[in-house]
Structures are given as structure tokens and as C-alpha cells.
């Protein structure tokens, strides 16, 4: 085959949070979410004593939780392995080109300029960037995105996927999950609750974060997906993980469960915002809100298991990839923002352009 003839080399990066290795990788691993200026948005000269702190402070407690899952997070394993399927369907469909799926863990390895090196030795003609975060985030995917733009100086045309709240194999995925738990509960009543990781409300007030309406537009249509099978059904959104003295976006997935318990209903809890198992679903959902629920008496108390490798979220990976071939600079695959959030990327690229 000449040189003329040969197809692209096409990286696809992923984008995700990370998770430590093992118990002596914990506080490190805290140090670093709590120094990034997307997290707490304070000079660095203030910002970095204080992850210190904080990642001091809550070693101890932070590894108690992740010995409940072996000492470690299984997010790597989980990440790698979506990975290898999405590189497998990927190499299929685009079977004159080489792709190749990369990570880039934001606070854990393998980190960010590490991934970029790897990337820039591949020699890549396109680079796609693809958060495993479906619902952009001014604290998820933007930061992600700042850090590799920093990192990458190698070869290639780049563009990125700043969000996919409403592709349709994310949300079948999800409904097909839920759609389960919801026949394993057959002939009792309950709730399905949407559990998205919180974020300060003033994110979404005063910086104009799109999270909040993007959580929102990828319930619509996986409670759309249930009812086209099912009919109406019991819902409502939450936010779990909320940490410091600041105003979050509510209601809690506490509170969420105890009115669920006092409306004399159990509970369907589903993931919404997390496509992996970590430390949130397998502690925080399954242990800590598990106890919550039968403390209060919301019974039963199941949980939809995150999307993972399932082949539909696959297949929304590749949709969005390839989609993404076809262009430049920041996009949303499918429906992104319905308003015009002061923070969503594609919308602060259209005014630069």
C-alpha cells in the first residue's frame, strides 16, 4: 500500500475524573481534584495550601470507602475496558483508517500530559475528544478540556464533544436499565429517582454552567423512552455528593429518599450523570443511601446499575466520534444547550468564530 493510499490515524481521547489506585494513591489523588481552580475557584496562592488541607483531612475517611471497593477505584478497569469496546467498533466501522482510544484522567493517572504524549507519538492525522461525561459541566469537561489544551502540542486536526445529554443510545441504555429494576419491583410501588452529581448552585446562577438543564434534558428523554413502553410512571430529579457549606443544586438524593419513604413508596435509583462504576454508585448509592432507605422505610431500594460497556452507550460513542470527524473545534453531539449558558463552549466558539 502506498503512502497515498494509506487511511487516517485517528485518536480518540476520553475524557474522565479518575480515581486512586489504592490507599496510598488517595490523598494524592484529593490534592489534585481539590487544587484544580475549576473546583475550588480561588487564587493559587489560597487554593493549593488549602487542597492540602482538605486532602489531609479527609484521607483517612476517603479511604475507608475505598476499601469497601478492594482499596482502590474500580474506575480505570471500568474506563479501560469501554475503551477497548469503543476502539473495536470504531476500527469496524471506519475499517480503512487506524483508531486508536486513549485516556485522560483528570486527577488520576493516567493523567493528562501523560495521555497527550502518548497521542503525540501516535502520530495522529484527526484527534477526537470525548468526555465520559454526558452533561457538560464548567467542572467536568471544561476543566478536562483546558487541561489537554495545555498538555497536546503534537500532530492532527482536533475537535471535541463538549456534551451528548440526549444521544439516543445514552438514553436508551439508561431506559433499558431502569425499565429492569422497574419489573424486578413489579406490584409495588416506586419512584425512580435520578441521581446526578451536584454542583454549587451558584455555578449555574452566576457563571451561567449548563449542567443543571442538561441534567434535566437527559431525564426527558429517558422518562420519554420508559413511557413510550410503559406509560406514566413516578419520577424526580436528585443531586448526591454534595460536600462544603455552599448551596447546592437540590433537592439531595437524601432527601429525595426520605420523601419517598414518607410517600409511602420505595425506590428505583439510577445514575444519571455517571456512564461508570466508582466510588459514588458502589459506596455513596449502594452502601450510604441503601442504609438511608431502610432506615427510613422506602422499600424496596433498588438500583439501576450504570451503562458501563453496555452496547447501546457504545454505539453513542462511536455516533459521536465519527460525527465529530466531520468538523472543527467545540460541538455538542445531538441535542446540547436549549439556552444560552454563558459557559457552554460551542456557544462561546460561534462568537469567536
Not at 39 to 52: F, K, M, N, Y
Not at 106 to 133: H, I, K, M, Q, S
Not at 203 to 209: C, F, N
Not at 257 to 268: H, M, P, S, T
Request: proline share 7%; with cysteine; aromatic share 8%.
Amino acid at each position: 500500500m502506498t503512502e497515498a493510499t494509506q487511511g487516517r490515524r485517528i485518536a480518540v481521547v476520553l475524557f474522565n475524573l479518575g480515581g486512586p489506585d489504592d490507599q496510598a494513591s488517595v490523598k494524592p489523588f484529593l490534592f489534585n481534584l481539590f487544587n484544580d481552580p475549576a473546583i475550588i475557584g480561588l487564587p493559587g496562592i489560597v487554593r493549593t495550601p488549602l487542597a492540602r488541607l482538605i486532602s489531609s483531612r479527609r484521607e483517612t475517611s476517603a479511604q475507608a470507602n475505598y476499601a469497601l471497593m478492594g482499596g482502590g477505584s474500580p474506575l480505570l478497569p471500568e474506563t479501560r475496558r469501554q475503551a477497548g469496546a469503543l476502539e473495536t467498533v470504531l476500527n469496524a466501522r471506519l475499517s480503512g483508517d487506524t483508531v486508536r482510544v486513549f485516556i485522560a484522567m483528570r486527577y488520576w493517572n493516567p493523567l493528562t500530559e501523560e495521555t497527550a504524549a502518548e497521542v503525540a507519538a501516535f502520530g495522529p492525522d484527526e484527534v477526537v475528544l470525548l468526555p465520559l461525561y454526558p452533561q457538560f459541566s464548567t467542572t467536568t469537561t471544561q476543566s478536562s478540556l483546558k487541561a489537554w489544551n495545555a498538555a497536546y502540542s503534537g500532530s492532527g486536526v482536533s475537535r471535541a464533544v463538549c456534551c451528548y445529554p440526549a444521544a439516543a443510545g445514552w438514553v436508551e441504555a439508561q431506559a433499558q436499565a431502569i425499565g429492569e429494576k422497574l419489573d424486578e419491583a413489579v406490584g409495588q410501588p416506586v419512584r425512580v429517582l435520578f441521581s446526578a452529581h451536584g454542583i454549587p448552585e451558584k455555578l449555574v446562577t452566576g457563571k451561567g454552567d449548563p449542567y443543571q438543564e442538561q441534567i434535566e434534558t437527559t431525564v426527558a428523554a429517558v422518562v420519554a423512552a420508559i413511557e413510550a413502553q410503559r406509560g406514566p410512571f413516578d419520577h424526580a430529579i436528585c443531586y448526591q455528593s454534595r460536600v462544603g457549606p455552599m448551596k447546592w443544586l437540590g433537592p439531595s438524593t437524601p432527601e429525595a429518599i426520605e420523601k419517598a419513604a414518607k410517600d409511602g413508596v420505595g425506590v428505583v435509583i439510577t445514575p444519571i450523570a455517571f456512564v461508570s462504576e466508582h466510588i459514588e454508585t458502589l459506596v455513596e448509592l449502594d452502601i450510604e443511601y441503601g442504609e438511608l432507605a431502610h432506615e427510613k422505610g422506602a422499600s424496596p431500594y433498588l438500583r439501576a446499575p450504570a451503562v458501563g460497556i453496555e452496547p447501546l452507550f457504545i454505539d453513542a460513542l462511536a455516533d459521536a466520534a465519527v460525527s465529530a470527524l466531520s468538523r472543527t473545534g467545540v460541538a455538542p453531539f445531538g441535542q446540547g444547550c436549549k439556552t444560552d449558558w454563558k459557559a457552554c463552549p460551542y456557544r462561546n466558539g460561534k462568537q469567536a468564530a
